[in-house]
């Protein structure tokens, strides 16, 4: 059974199978390499009493690799790829570091020793569809 990535903030990217890159906590997802399945869904946790988990696709991971955040300030497209195509790549590490506990680095030269694990994946059900 694949297990579980949360992808809350980018449903909408999920669907259209646009979004091909999540960046996580560099703690998490460590045992995690290319061949690997996950099923992504729209929320993991907090849901009410009752409620399940949306299925949103199914993929298979094509890279992981841990670098430094400030990397996506050089990856052409990243910011689409990560599903988030109007946000600025500075303005996404800054969201980045925010949301993962890095608050006090502001600074990019600060940012170069923040890792994270860059994950990227292929959807299972364009292969299928290409037959």
Do not use: N
């Not at 995690?32 to 992504?40: I, S």
């Not at 949301?99 to 600074?107: D, L, M, S």
């Not at 890792?115 to 059900?125: A, S, V």
Request: hydrophobic share 40%; glycine share 8%; with cysteine.
């Amino acid at each position: 059974m694949p297990r579980r990535m949360s992808c809350s903030m980018t449903v909408v990217t999920v669907l259209d199978r646009t979004k091909t890159v999540t960046r996580r906590h560099v703690d998490t997802w460590r045992d995690l390499k290319p061949g690997d399945r996950l099923v992504l869904i729209e929320k993991g946790m907090g849901l009410p009493k009752g409620a399940r988990q949306v299925v949103l696709a199914e993929v298979e991971i094509v890279d992981v690799r841990v670098e430094p955040i400030v990397e996506v300030l050089g990856e052409f497209l990243a910011t689409r790829r990560e599903g988030l195509p109007d946000m600025t790549p500075s303005g996404f590490v800054r969201f980045w570091l925010d949301g993962h506990g890095y608050r006090a680095v502001r600074t990019y030269d600060d940012a170069v020793f923040v890792p994270c694990r860059r994950i990227e994946w292929r959807y299972l059900d364009e292969e299928r569809a290409r037959g």
